[in-house]
């Protein structure tokens, strides 16, 4: 990069200098007087984000709005909260079905059809049942990750919910806003991994946290630089750096003001962690990090505590808690309407002690619920029929970002033909054990296809002199312990011949077999 490069800053920065976006909140009265339709095009497609609030071209003034759930908790009443909101807009979403939400790939809710009028109300909303949205979209630190049985889990570590609690706090100014936090060079992703699996997969965020025992004291080895994007994705790599749980904060706000201060503003895909790190190289980066902590930081641990087989949670566990379970149901490609939203919180409420789970699957863990009251809880319809807790096989391990139905970028449609199609396959296929498939509607890879087992990123191909929705088809992503992300080894397939391509490589390498000849062999 040339010192004149350097010097080019990105339009997106040059509005943000102007004014920063945060500054929207206090004119939310004026903008829904002027309408969606007369605003300011940077404020109304981007500012808005910093609270919380996304445009969708796809939707024209229908908002959807990106919680922040720290760690993937939130107790029914939040989630009554979230049903009441969404469950408002059932007609003005067009949605053929109520309103809808969905849980996100990063242990999220994001909520649709949001009008510009009602944001400042939402926004009190929100921060009555203590919840918040700001921040998180564009230039800021996305929702926080961590293990999500923490504090339940028998096997656990270290329980990461206070460290990802206080961490949120920090960079959101307790959910109102925090003006030093909220102008990075680009998104920012942080995980808090405290389990032995690996469940928020450490590798693909800017900072991580994962569980290593030192000198015989737990703390955390830190990777750093870890990212997806259209023209580039990067496993996180060592900062060489352990630190105890009580570091995390500080840690992740000095790598934050260190990025803030002099990471690349200029082209937008060159503007991530890792840029950063590669350009000053790791010492030099370390070096920054330590002394805007105040304090040097010591080595990394020889080795991590990352060394079993990431679990999905799905289906009944005791607790760490003797006499208490955790169930995770399965909730099929992360889609929640207002009614499953309520049925949920219901359910929490009578079953367990109202507290509600998400996970980067896309599904909910509903925790706490006495052995005695196991069985009627399986009972229960919204279990039986909508959110299974031991659903077939390839359902099981389905992920799916947005895609076309509302995202704007997206090149093909996701969600809904992820499940048609599982829904075929799991018809005419026999697979002894989940098969991870995730989908992405565009090369962003918010359906984090490089961690599948097989990831399907959708694009355009041509067929029979026609352009077509198409997928490039990618293997071999690990998760778990020596977690490595997976790659390209089928470009454009188009959508309607995919079918077959997985059906084979399901036989061929999943041990699927035909329904047919599974039922002539016994
Ligand atoms: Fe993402 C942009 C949805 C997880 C990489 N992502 C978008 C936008 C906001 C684009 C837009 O404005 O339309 C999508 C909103 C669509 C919508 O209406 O729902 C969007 N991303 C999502 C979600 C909802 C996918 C899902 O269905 O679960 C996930 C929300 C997470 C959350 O709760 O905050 C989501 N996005 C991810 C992940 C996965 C992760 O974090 O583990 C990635 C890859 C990891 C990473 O960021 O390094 C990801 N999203 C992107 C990118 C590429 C970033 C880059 O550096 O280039 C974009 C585009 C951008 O930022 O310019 C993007
Ligand atoms: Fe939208 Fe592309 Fe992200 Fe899917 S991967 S949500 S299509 S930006």
Redesign the pocket.
Known sequence: MTTADKKKINPIEKAKAQKHPLLLKQELEQLSQLGWEAMDEFERDHGL?WLGF?Y?P?TPGKF?L??RIPNGILTSSQLRVLAEIVQRYTEAAGFQQEGNA?????????L?GIHLEDIAAIIERLRKADLTSVQ???DNV??L?GSPVAGIDADELIDTRDIVCQLQDAITNKGEGNFDLSNLP??F?IAVAGCRDNSV?AE???IAFIPAYKDGKLGFNVIVG??????R?AAAIPLDAWVEPDDVVPLSLAILIVFRDHGERGN??K??LMYLIEEWGMEKFRTEVETQLGYPLQKAAAKDEIIWEKRDHLGIYSQKQPGLNYVGLHVPI?RLYASDMFEVSRLAEVYGNGEIRLT?E?NLIIPNIPDSRLEAFLKEPLVQQRFPIDPKPLQRAL?????AE?????IIET?NRALAMIQELEAELETPHPVRIHWTGCP?????PQVADIGLMGTKARKDGQMVEAVDLYMGGKVGKDAHLGSCVMPKIPCEDLKPVLRDLLIEHFGARPRQAAVVSV
């Open positions: 984000k996304f969708r796809v959807m990106r919680l969905d849980i996100t790939t990063r242990q999220n809710i994001q649709r998180s979209g564009m996305r929702n990750t680009r998104k992703n997969h693909i965020n800017d870890g990212f997806f994007s259209a023209k994705c937008r895909q503007t991530r992360g980067v896309q992920v799916s970002c947005t895609g509302f995202c704007g970028f997206a969600k962003n890879s918010c359906g984090q």
